[in-house]
C-alpha cells in the first residue's frame, strides 16, 4: 500500500512534533512547517496528500495559507484539517468556501485528529 | 266648536244678558231678570278679575323668568372671565411646560430631533446641532434636508412614521477626518390625540466607545483563549501519547515529562502575568515600596538571565556604578520589570549579540533611568506606539520568539501606574532596540522619614 504524505504546519514546535510522531507512528509520511510561508513553498515541493495546518501562524495564517493553495494548480482539492486555539471559531460560510475538511480546537486528541486524517483521505480516495 | 273653560263665566254671563233682551223684557218681567242680568254682570267681572289675576301672575312668572336669566347671564359673563384668566395662567403654565422640556432635551448629552410629520425640524439639542454642524436658534421649522447632511437618518425617519412603528433601532456610522463613529440611533414615533402619527423623534447615542470596549474585550478573549490554549494542547497530546505508550523508550518518555512540565511553567505564568496585570489596574495588588538600589537590582537580574543569554550566544553587559538606595519602590515589581526588559531583549537578539544594562541618575529631572539596549532585531516604527499595549504583539517578530504580549504591558502598569514613573522605546530595525525607564528619585526628607520608619520597626 502506498504511503500518504501529510503536511504538518505550526509555529508550535511541540504541537508538530507530537502530530508528526503519531502520524508515523501510524504508517504516515509526515513533512513539518514552522509557518505558513514555509508550509507552502514545502506543499508546492512535497505535493502532500492532506495538509494540517495551525490556524495563527506568523507570516501567512492557516486561512491565508489554504487561500493560496486553492488557487494553485494540483491543489484546489487537496484536504485541509486546521487546528486552532482561537477563542472564536472560524466563520461555517468560510469554512465551506475554503472546503476545509476539518476544524479542531485545541486542546485536541492526537487519536482524534488521526482518526480524522484517515477517515478523510479515505473518503477522498473513494471520491 | 270647543271653548275653553276660562271662557265658561263670560259665556254664561253673555247669554243670560242676552236672553234678557230676547224675552223677559218684550214680557214685562223686569225685577227678575234685573237680578239675572245683575248676576250675570258680576259673573262677567268676576271673569274679568280672574283674567286679570292670570296676567298678574303670568307678568309675574316671566319677571321670575327674566330674573332668572339675569342671573344665569350673569354668572356666565363671570364665568368667562375667570376662563380668560384661566387661558392666560395656562398659557403662561404651557410656555414654563415648554421652556422645561427644552431645557430637559438640551441638557440631555445624546444628539436629540424631533421633526413634524413633514420632516421639518421641531426640536433639536446642542448633541445635535453639534453632530449635524447645524445653529439650533436658525434651524427650527426648516426641512432636515437643509440641516442634515446624512440622508440616511432622513431615510430611516421617513420609513420609520410611515410605519408607525412605535420604536426603530438602527446603527449609524458618521465619518469625520480622523474616525469612524458609531451611532445607536433609536426613532419613535410621535402620535395625535386622534392616534395619528403627527411627527417623530430621533435620538443618537455615540457608542464609539462601548464599541471599542467590546472590541478589546472580545480581543482580550480571543488572546487569553489563545495563550491558555496553546501550552495546554501540548500538555493534553503528550499526555495522551505517554498514556497511550507512543514513547519509544524511557529517553522519549522523559522528553514527553518534560515538554509538560515546562509547558505547565508557561501556563503558570501566563496566569500569573493576566492577574498581575489585572491587580494593578484594579489597584488589588499589595505594594511594599521601601528605599531600592536600581543598580542592585540590575545586578540581580543580569546574573539571572545571564546563562540564558549565553546559550543564545548573547552577551550582557552592565553599566552601572553608582549604588545606592535611590527609588521608593517595590523591589520585587521592579526586578520583574528588569527581568521583563532584559528576557526580551535576549529573545530579539540574533547569535553574537549585545545587550547593554545602563542606569544613571538624572538630576535635572530627579528621576533615575534605566535603559537596556540591544542589537536585536528591531521593531518598525508603526509598531513602536502600540508596543506596550496589553497582549500587542509585532506580527514581523512573532515568529522569532514566543510571548503572550503581556510582558511590556506589565512594565508599563508597575513603572506608570505603582511607581508614578515612565516607560520609554527607541527602535531601528535591523539595528536593535532601547527599552528602560525612569523612576522618581527620593527626595532627601522621604530618605530621612524611611529611614525612621525602619529603624523604628
Known amino acids: 500500500m502506498e504511503t500518504r504524505k501529510v503536511l504538518v504546519a505550526d509555529d508550535e514546535i511541540h504541537i508538530v512534533q507530537v502530530v508528526a510522531m503519531k502520524l508515523r507512528n501510524n504508517g504516515f509520511e509526515v513533512i513539518t512547517a514552522d509557518n505558513g510561508i514555509d508550509a507552502y513553498d514545502r506543499c508546492c515541493v512535497e505535493k502532500p496528500d492532506i495538509v494540517v495546518t495551525d490556524y495563527q501562524m506568523p507570516g501567512m495564517t492557516g486561512i491565508e495559507l489554504v487561500e493560496k493553495l486553492r488557487s494553485t494548480e494540483g491543489f484546489e482539492d487537496i484536504p485541509v484539517i486546521i487546528l486552532t486555539a482561537r477563542g472564536f471559531a472560524i466563520e461555517q460560510d468560510q469554512q465551506e468556501d475554503l472546503n476545509i475538511a476539518e476544524y479542531l480546537s485545541k486542546p485536541f486528541s492526537p487519536k482524534e485528529l488521526l482518526s480524522h486524517v484517515e477517515n478523510i483521505l479515505k473518503s477522498s480516495a473513494v471520491s | 266648536m270647543m271653548f275653553n273653560k276660562q271662557y265658561y263665566p263670560l259665556i254664561l254671563g253673555m247669554s243670560l244678558i242676552v236672553l234678557f233682551v230676547i224675552l223677559v223684557i218684550p214680557l214685562g218681567g223686569t225685577s227678575i231678570m234685573e237680578s239675572i242680568v245683575s248676576l250675570a254682570a258680576i259673573g262677567v267681572v268676576i271673569w274679568l278679575g280672574q283674567q286679570f289675576l292670570l296676567k298678574t301672575k303670568m307678568f309675574l312668572v316671566q319677571i321670575e323668568s327674566l330674573k332668572l336669566d339675569y342671573k344665569e347671564q350673569r354668572d356666565k359673563a363671570s364665568q368667562c372671565s375667570k376662563d380668560a384668566k384661566d387661558s392666560k395662567l395656562q398659557v403662561k403654565l404651557l410656555q414654563r411646560q415648554k421652556r422645561n422640556t427644552e431645557a430637559i432635551v438640551y441638557s440631555i448629552s445624546e444628539a436629540v430631533i424631533v421633526t413634524d410629520a413633514n420632516e421639518h425640524l421641531l426640536m433639536a439639542n446642542e448633541a445635535a446641532g453639534r453632530l449635524f454642524g447645524f445653529d439650533l436658534k436658525k434651524s427650527v421649522y426648516k426641512p432636515l434636508d437643509e440641516l442634515i447632511g446624512k440622508k440616511e437618518l432622513i431615510s430611516l425617519i421617513v420609513k420609520t412614521r410611515n410605519s408607525r412603528a412605535r420604536h426603530v433601532k438602527h446603527e449609524l456610522q458618521f465619518e469625520s ?112 515600596k521601601e528605599p531600592v538600589s536600581t543598580a542592585l537590582l540590575i545586578h540581580d537580574a543580569v546574573q539571572m538571565i545571564k546563562s540564558h543569554a549565553a546559550e543564545k550566544g548573547v552577551t550582557i553587559e552592565e553599566q552601572t556604578a553608582i549604588v545606592f538606595d535611590q527609588v521608593n519602590a517595590d523591589k520585587e515589581m521592579i526586578s520583574q520589570v528588569i527581568i521583563n526588559l532584559l528576557s526580551n531583549a535576549v529573545k530579539y537578539t540574533h547569535k553574537g549579540g549585545k545587550i547593554t544594562v545602563n542606569s544613571e541618575i538624572d538630576e535635572s529631572e530627579d528621576v533615575v533611568r534605566v535603559s537596556i539596549t540591544d542589537t536585536g532585531v528591531g521593531i518598525p516604527p508603526e509598531n513602536l506606539p502600540h508596543i506596550f499595549e496589553k497582549f500587542y504583539r509585532v506580527k514581523k517578530n512573532a515568529g522569532i520568539a514566543k510571548g503572550t504580549g503581556l510582558g511590556l504591558n506589565l512594565v508599563k502598569q508597575i513603572v506608570e501606574k505603582v511607581h508614578q514613573g515612565r516607560v520609554f522605546v527607541r527602535s531601528q530595525v535591523g539595528k536593535g532596540s532601547c527599552f528602560g525607564f525612569e523612576l522618581p528619585l527620593i527626595v532627601a526628607e522621604e530618605t530621612v522619614e524611611s529611614d525612621l520608619v525602619i529603624r523604628s520597626k
Do not use: W
Not at chain 2, 216 to 225: E, G, I
Not at chain 2, 236 to 260: C, H, N, P, Q, W
Open chain 2, 177 to 288: 477626518e480622523d474616525n469612524i463613529y458609531t451611532y445607536n440611533c433609536i426613532i419613535s414615533c410621535i402620535y395625535d390625540e386622534n392616534n395619528e402619527v403627527c411627527g417623530a423623534i430621533a435620538v443618537l447615542h455615540d457608542m464609539t466607545k462601548e464599541k471599542e470596549i467590546s472590541q478589546m474585550k472580545n480581543d482580550f478573549v480571543s488572546h487569553v483563549s489563545h495563550e491558555l490554549k496553546t501550552p495546554l494542547a501540548s500538555i493534553t497530546a503528550y499526555s495522551e501519547m505517554l498514556v497511550d505508550g507512543e514513547a519509544a523508550d524511557e529517553k522519549m518518555r522523559e522528553e514527553f515529562y518534560s515538554i509538560i512540565q515546562t509547558q505547565a511553567q508557561r501556563l503558570n505564568c501566563l496566569i500569573e502575568d493576566i492577574l498581575n496585570v489585572s491587580r494593578i489596574e484594579s489597584g488589588m495588588i499589595k505594594i511594599n
